[in-house]
């Protein structure tokens, strides 16, 4: 959970500091009743001059969480547990004081609060699989319905109850059973007659093209795929 306040600029550094720091330990000492109050203690704490707050709360159940205070109005509640429903209800119990107390201790200024929802880690299903560009996705999974290593790369088909059959190359999500729609329009959605032809595929490495168009009864297919290692 994620607080932001509206600190405001000051034409003096020093003033700047002084005001953001009172801040942090407003915060801080603020918000410790409500991790005792939930049976944790607290292990660890450090103050940086400049850097705001890092606390640790630990609880006899093997939760915890870590509370971390930044000077320029950042607030952040990381809470770690065992996923069961217990472990859930007391995470929501807490983030709800959290937040509860945050609002009274502020008011109007905070300018928003986020909520993220858990990752879960150990699971038997990998359910998080990462874009190109870094962003981490969490997909539907309940099944692994083929998982090989082949000569050339690691091949993953995982069941989502969303999307149907998820085809994973070493890593990379290529396409799913409702991608059809999509292979259907690249071949031109019916418009084209390709029976008897001859076809040059540039690409579609997952085979998704090449899978439906042989259906459709060309002369040859040629599928033409640049790899690169």
């Given at each position: 959970m994620a607080w932001e306040r509206d600190c405001g600029r000051r034409k003096s550094r020093g003033l700047e500091r002084v005001v953001r720091g009172a801040d942090c330990n407003a915060i801080f000492k603020g918000l410790?009743?409500?991790?005792?109050?939930?049976?944790?203690?607290?292990?660890?704490?450090?103050?940086?001059?400049?850097?705001?707050?890092?606390?640790?709360?630990?609880?006899?159940?093997?939760?915890?969480?870590?509370?971390?205070?930044?000077?320029?109005?950042?607030?952040?509640?990381?809470?770690?547990?065992y996923s069961d429903s217990n472990g859930r209800k007391e995470t929501e119990q807490l983030l709800n004081k959290v937040e509860e107390r945050m609002k009274e201790l502020f008011?109007?200024?905070?300018?928003?609060?986020?909520?993220?929802?858990?990752?879960?880690?150990?699971?038997?299903?990998?359910?998080?699989?990462?874009?190109?560009?870094?962003?981490?996705?969490?997909?539907?999974?309940?099944?692994?319905?083929?998982?090989?290593?082949?000569?050339?790369?690691?091949?993953?088909?995982?069941?989502?109850?969303?999307?149907?059959?998820?085809?994973?190359?070493?890593?990379?999500?290529?396409?799913?059973?409702?991608?059809?729609?999509?292979?259907?329009?690249?071949?031109?959605s019916g418009k084209e007659d390709y029976t008897d032809k001859e076809v040059l595929i540039l690409g579609g490495g997952d085979g998704g093209i090449l899978y439906e168009i042989v259906k459709l009864k060309p002369k040859m297919v040629t599928m033409v795929e640049i790899s690169f290692y």
């Open positions: 410790q009743p409500i991790f005792q109050k939930q049976g944790m203690t607290e292990t660890f704490c450090h103050n940086w001059e400049d850097h705001g707050y890092l606390a640790t709360y630990v609880n006899k159940n093997g939760s915890f969480a870590n509370l971390r205070i930044y000077p320029h109005g950042l607030v952040l509640v990381d809470v770690q547990n008011h109007g200024s905070i300018k928003r609060v986020k909520r993220l929802p858990g990752i879960v880690r150990g699971d038997a299903i990998d359910r998080y699989w990462p874009t190109a560009d870094g962003r981490l996705v969490e997909y539907d999974i309940d099944e692994v319905v083929y998982d090989e290593e082949s000569a050339y790369q690691n091949i993953k088909i995982l069941h989502s109850k969303q999307f149907g059959n998820i085809l994973i190359l070493s890593g990379d999500v290529n396409l799913a059973e409702s991608d059809l729609a999509y292979t259907q329009a690249i071949m031109g």
